[in-house]
């Protein structure tokens, strides 16, 4: 894998709601669409949250996952990385049904409880598509993402050992490095695993590039060469991090889940914008970005064939 880049894209996620942009894609023929048109501008691997096909509220419902996971798969050859995380407010039981019932190869897999504030967001906006939403961000200033030591340990092993599913472990401090740590020294968690480095989201570890260094050696000290490892932010710290990422040797993450702009007050149009721009400057920087098949063979995941969808 040296010199190459995995881009995952995160297609529509459970934090941004539809009246934030027209381009975020919340009816299953629409997520389809768009991810599908990630893959073929360089994704290897597709992050995958689920939504109401009639209000775009984030769904757990694995009927609508399973109106677009086959459409997916048929479409293009990208990994797919299912969501365990799933949207505010639901149950961990909620949150497992759609993998449970998919068995991809990856899944995410939140390293650790925190405070998850996305209320801010509710300021930007005066009129809203659906009564939903407002309530929906407001509400998070009173709001934990539960995801304790028993909860991970449930995931693995429902998801990964029964399964053979893989795992995007999302830790958004340097806490939760830690966390995964415990689970690799009780070897719940085998490498070659998966780091995502998550910055800029409020209860989280914050966007300064220090953060992204410290972030890195943490890592290094604990897990050496045994992992793989990716970075997103939040907002317009989206492309930046990518970038330097990217420069550091790591893999990276863009898509309407973590970012709706596409540069300086520019409401991105598609998640495959996104992808575009960070593979120009990754070619640019005089990286290749990876296969599928290549992050297939780095992250020792089971193939396509094996799932259930």
């Known amino acids: 894998?040296?010199?190459?880049?995995?881009?995952?894209?995160?297609?529509?996620?459970?934090?941004?709601?539809?009246?934030?942009?027209d381009a975020l894609p919340y009816r299953p023929e629409d997520i389809a669409q768009q991810a599908i048109a990630a893959a073929e501008a360089g994704a290897a691997i597709l992050h995958l949250h689920a939504r109401d096909p009639e209000t775009g509220r984030p769904s757990p419902d694995p009927a609508v996952f399973m109106r677009?996971?086959?459409?997916?798969?048929?479409?293009?050859?990208?990994v797919v990385n299912i969501t365990t995380g799933g949207g505010l407010n639901m149950t961990v039981e909620q949150r497992l049904e759609a993998p449970l019932l998919a068995k991809p190869e990856?899944?995410?897999?939140?390293?650790?409880?925190?405070?998850?504030?996305?209320?801010?967001?509710?300021?930007?906006?005066?009129?809203?598509?659906?009564?939903?939403?407002?309530p929906y961000l407001r509400g998070t200033d009173d709001f934990i993402f539960r995801n304790t030591f028993r909860d991970i340990e449930r995931i693995i092993k429902m998801l990964g050992e029964e399964h053979?599913?893989?795992?995007?472990?999302?830790c958004y401090d340097v806490g939760h490095l830690y966390n995964l740590a415990h689970f690799v020294d009780r070897?719940?968690?085998?490498?070659?695993?998966?780091?995502?480095?998550?910055?800029?989201?409020?209860?989280?570890i914050g966007p300064d590039m220090r953060n992204l260094m410290f972030m890195k050696e943490t890592a290094d000290r604990l897990f050496g060469d045994a992992y793989q490892w990716s970075v997103l932010a939040a907002g317009r710290h989206q492309i930046p991090f990518a970038t330097q990422a990217a420069m550091m040797g790591g893999n990276i993450r863009v898509g309407l889940e973590d970012s709706l702009y596409i540069?300086?007050?520019?409401?991105?149009?598609?998640n495959a914008e996104q992808?575009?721009?960070?593979?120009?400057?990754?070619?640019?920087?005089?990286?290749?970005?990876?296969?599928?098949?290549?992050?297939?063979?780095?992250?020792?995941?089971?193939?396509?064939?094996?799932?259930?969808?």
């Open 1 to 21: 894998m040296a010199n190459k880049v995995i881009i995952s894209c995160a297609i529509t996620g459970g934090i941004h709601t539809p009246t934030m942009s």
């Open 68 to 78: 677009f996971l086959p459409v997916i798969k048929q479409g293009c050859d990208a």
């Open 106 to 134: 990856m899944c995410s897999l939140n390293m650790g409880s925190m405070n998850f504030g996305i209320y801010p967001l509710a300021d930007r906006y005066k009129s809203w598509k659906f009564d939903w939403e407002e």
């Open 164 to 170: 053979g599913t893989r795992f995007e472990h999302e």
């Open 187 to 204: 070897k719940l968690i085998k490498p070659p695993f998966f780091v995502q480095m998550i910055f800029g989201i409020l209860g989280g």
């Open 263 to 270: 540069g300086r007050g520019q409401l991105a149009t598609s």
């Open 275 to 309: 992808v575009t721009k960070m593979r120009h400057i990754i070619e640019q920087l005089g990286y290749e970005i990876a296969t599928p098949a290549e992050a297939r063979a780095a992250l020792a995941l089971k193939g396509a064939d094996r799932v259930g969808f």
